[in-house]
């Protein structure tokens, strides 16, 4: 399948890294917060084995923050979200789903607190900044909302520590799992964060001022060399192996935190003040009727899933969609995510999924394979 070219234009803005990552021979972009976000670079499995064993650098620039500033920043910020964000104290990173009046998920970013009146929100790919300015204006709350000049680089992968460490020095060691620090680089100050979107481990460094980007993305490859970095990207095997979700494939607006399996996130019955809690007061009370799941495809590698496959049961009904999926080399079967009703999500249920090949028997999993493995 021959994949047409991206046409640049102004409208698809590079990255403050798109220098490094087109010398070390990136073969397919996405688009993503209507940047550029490298999506393969060997190969798709070959980047997924050499994620898991050594580090690779990440160009995730596309991850736009939302910056909240003001006296009415923490009102705001519970507006957004069902997850109570009372306890959330400055240096803390919390996983955020955000929904609309209707309790339907806009955006599942990360919320930076930088201070008790300035948060960043780092984004999935959706135009949260205009639904922010809105609710804004609408209430006339006193509060600054923009794009500042941020663009993330992360480093993920086993020896991500070291790596780190050679650039920042070994405070970075002592950050703990979706806490920050603000580490020195050229006289400036950013934020450093253990978080990324791998579950190999890892930080992403929220650079401030794309004028020393290329300086860092430098840096950290010389002080990687010794530890076999390459440029890397967010990988489809490992996140479904993982159960990342990815907003926009895995759930959208259609969907409530709950049918994303993000209930865990989300404090409805607190979270006084976010704008879908009464919507969502239902659903917390009496659970979804369909919800995310992992599932196994049998047979050879499935082809690229670039559109819902449906499930169907065994008298042909159909119970949901799988949205993700790819051949896992570590587990030797297909890995997925789909969205499955309440009536067949029990583990080792058996499916029929069908593909543009044919049908697939499929069975739903107890957890994602990452857990598996643990």
């Known amino acids: 399948m021959n994949i047409p070219l991206i046409a640049p234009s102004r409208r698809l803005r590079r990255t403050p890294f798109s220098p490094g990552v087109e010398a070390a021979g990136v073969r397919a972009f996405t688009v993503y917060n209507h940047m550029l976000l490298p999506a393969a670079f060997r190969s798709l499995q070959e980047d997924y084995h050499h994620l898991k064993s050594a580090v690779q650098l990440w160009d995730v620039a596309c991850e736009r923050q939302v910056e909240v500033r003001g006296p009415d920043a923490g009102r705001l910020m519970q507006m957004l979200t069902p997850r109570d964000l009372r306890a959330m104290t400055p240096g803390q990173c919390y996983y955020v789903p955000m929904v609309d009046e209707t309790g339907g998920m806009l955006n599942d970013p990360v919320a930076v607190k930088l201070a008790d009146d300035r948060y960043w929100i780092s984004i999935a790919d959706s135009d949260l900044l205009y639904w922010v300015k809105g609710i804004v204006w609408g209430l006339r709350l006193d509060v600054l909302v923009d794009e500042p000049d941020v663009h993330p680089l992360a480093v993920q992968g086993p020896r991500a520590d070291d790596v780190m460490a050679a650039v920042f020095g070994d405070g970075v060691r002592d950050i703990r799992f979706f806490r920050f620090g603000w580490f ?106 369909r919800q995310i799941r992992a599932l196994a495809i049998d047979g050879a590698p499935v082809p690229p899933c670039h559109e819902p496959w449906a499930l169907s049961d065994a008298k042909g009904q159909r119970v949901g969609q799988v949205t993700s999926a790819t051949w896992s080399p570590d587990f030797a079967t297909n890995v997925a995510i789909g969205m499955v009703r309440m009536t067949h999500w029990e583990p080792g249920t058996e499916l029929m999924l069908h593909t543009p090949e044919g049908p697939r028997a499929a069975q739903v999993q107890a957890g994602f394979f990452h857990e598996q493995a643990a």
């Open 184 to 289: 020195a680089f050229q006289g400036r100050w950013l934020v450093v964060a253990r978080s990324g979107y791998s579950r190999q481990g890892g930080f992403e460094i929220y650079v401030d001022g794309a004028d020393i980007g290329m300086d860092l993305w430098r840096a950290l490859m010389e002080a990687g060399a010794p530890h076999d970095i390459r440029a890397g990207c967010p990988n489809l095997i490992e996140r479904i192996e993982g159960g990342l979700l990815s907003y926009g494939n895995d759930m959208t607006r259609e969907n409530t935190p709950h049918e994303c399996g993000l209930g865990k996130f989300c404090n409805t019955m607190t979270a006084i003040g976010c704008v879908g809690r009464d919507a969502l007061l239902r659903v917390a009370r009496e659970g979804p009727t």
